[in-house]
């Protein structure tokens, strides 16, 4: 069953398409991770699901319940957010500003303190509940955003960019619940760390342009782009004669040295020709008088998909927008 879908969702500004038909299903249980480049509409997705900003067109819903500008009380209160900017009264202080969301989300008063307590606790702010958000770094606001959103044990959390200000520890500590909230929740977060989602998630969405461009489980991705590889490391510069004997073998189908680092090559094979290749090519580079101190076959990893995944789309938006052009250029000249 789907917690969050969305229908053909467009959305326009001042001759500016910045979503243009998007469809995402969300599975219940899941940790999703919803991925593109800076301008592809992940935050505007974001802010039209959260009831902040009117689509153009099209529709959405969060558990079972249709998204409108101003989401409905009784819905709020099953969803968590955390905006990609986190910011609070200056003047409050941390447990102030976690005591005014307690209360605004109607929860039972006894539990309030308790509840506040171990949420400080458990993002590292008990010893500064008393500071005011004016002291706060942005890192420090982060997690207390995270807090707020978990108060209320929503369905749903939905987060923006939620480990952007955090230091490597606090960014293992935020997927980690991520993780663990799974149990409860159902996690939709936009990324641009692509090994943390790697790392985390089961489901992931690729968009460019306000389009989608793929959404899958992420094993059945990573399975999707698997093909043999090989990494071969050299004590010296790899001459560029070799790399073009290289591409010349039958048994490769491409061959590149890694950007930056001239004494690293990697090698692929068509899929029916890896025996050849793991047969002849440690041979040709010994007789090429070559030393090699590093050699193994390795998997493309979620960035490598993901710029391909984007490479593909753009060739395609590049087609189709000249196949448009050259419709309107004939009807033109008609």
């Keep these: 069953m789907s917690v969050l879908a969305v229908k053909n969702l467009t959305k326009d500004y001042r001759g500016h398409r910045a979503l243009d038909g998007l469809n995402l299903e969300v599975p219940r249980g899941s940790v999703f991770g919803f991925l593109g480049p800076n301008g592809s509409g992940k935050t505007t997705t974001i802010k039209i699901l959260t009831g902040l900003l009117q689509p153009s067109a099209g529709s959405a819903t969060i558990l079972g319940c249709p998204v409108k500008l101003n989401l409905e009380r009784s819905l709020k209160r099953r969803i968590g957010y955390l905006p990609e900017e986190v910011n609070f009264p200056e003047a ?24 506040i307590d171990a949420l400080l606790e458990q993002f590292d702010l008990l010893a500064h509940a008393r500071r005011r958000c004016a002291a706060y770094s942005r890192g420090m606001k982060q997690r207390l955003g995270l807090a707020c959103a978990l108060l209320h044990r929503p369905e749903l959390l939905i987060l923006d960019e939620p480990a952007s ?34 790392r985390v998630c089961d489901q992931v ?40 004997k290289l591409g010349r073998q039958p048994w490769v189908g491409k061959v590149r040295l890694v950007a930056a680092d001239e004494r690293t090559m990697l ?34 990893n ?21 196949a448009k052009e050259g419709t309107a250029d004939a009807a033109a000249r008609a």
């Design 267 to 300: 090698i692929e094979a068509p899929p029916e020709r890896l025996p050849e290749l793991e047969e002849a090519l440690l041979p040709l580079l010994l007789g090429e008088g070559q030393v090699v101190t590093a050699y193994y076959r390795e998997q493309p």
């Design 92 to 115: 409050l202080t941390g447990r102030e500003v976690m005591e005014f969301v307690y209360r605004a989300s109607g929860l039972p008063a006894a539990e309030e303190k308790s509840r």
């Design 302 to 322: 979620l960035e490598e998909i993901f710029l391909e995944l984007l490479k593909n789309h753009h060739t395609e938006a590049g087609g189709a927008n000249g």
């Design 205 to 244: 969405a690729v968009i460019n342009q306000g389009r989608l461009v793929v959404q899958s489980p992420l094993k059945e991705l990573l399975r999707g782009y698997t093909f043999p590889r090989y990494r071969v490391v050299f004590r010296d510069t790899v001459p560029p004669e070799l790399v073009q």
């Design 165 to 198: 200000a955090l230091d490597p520890e606090g960014r293992c500590e935020v997927l980690e619940l991520m993780v663990s909230s799974r149990e409860r929740s159902t996690v939709f977060f936009s990324c641009h760390v692509l090994a943390d989602v790697e």
